[in-house]
């Protein structure tokens, strides 16, 4: 018995249908979690009523209810606080500053680091506050 074998001739076209399945389901994935990236840190923002939302960029400060700093998201000791935002901000670049503060952190602490902002010159402070809700 002969065998009879056919010559080799490649596909010209690229099925792509497997590609974009997998794109499409990462897209998905990234839509869902990025929102959930924003508020990765535990924090209960004070509300207030004309506060308003932005979609600013810019450099973020939260202050924890247990005393703990995070310049965007990276915690840093309140001794050295002052020393890492100088490293992070260039006065030159006016870039904004956002101060994230739970609303049980007391109050000379929130002025302290607002001081020290200012002093590393910031010109462009925000305080974040959540839309008050009626009920």
Do not use: C
Request: no cysteine; net charge negative; hydrophobic share 50%.
């Amino acid at each position: 018995m002969k065998k009879f074998r056919l010559p080799y001739t490649p596909i010209p076209d690229i099925n792509i249908t497997a590609l974009v399945d997998v794109t499409l389901v990462l897209l998905i994935i990234f839509m869902v979690t990025a929102p959930m990236l924003k508020s990765a840190l535990d924090i209960e923002i004070p509300q207030a009523a004309n506060a308003l939302t932005t979609s600013e960029e810019g450099i973020e400060i939260n202050i924890q209810k247990d005393g703990t700093i995070y310049i965007d998201k990276t915690p840093i000791p309140v001794e050295q606080f002052e020393i890492a935002f100088q490293q992070v901000y260039a006065p030159a670049s006016h870039e904004l500053v956002f101060l994230w503060a739970d609303q049980e952190v007391p109050y000379r602490d929130v002025l302290h680091v607002i001081d020290v902002l200012r002093g590393a010159g910031v010109q462009d402070l925000g305080l974040v506050a959540e839309p008050l809700v009626k009920k």
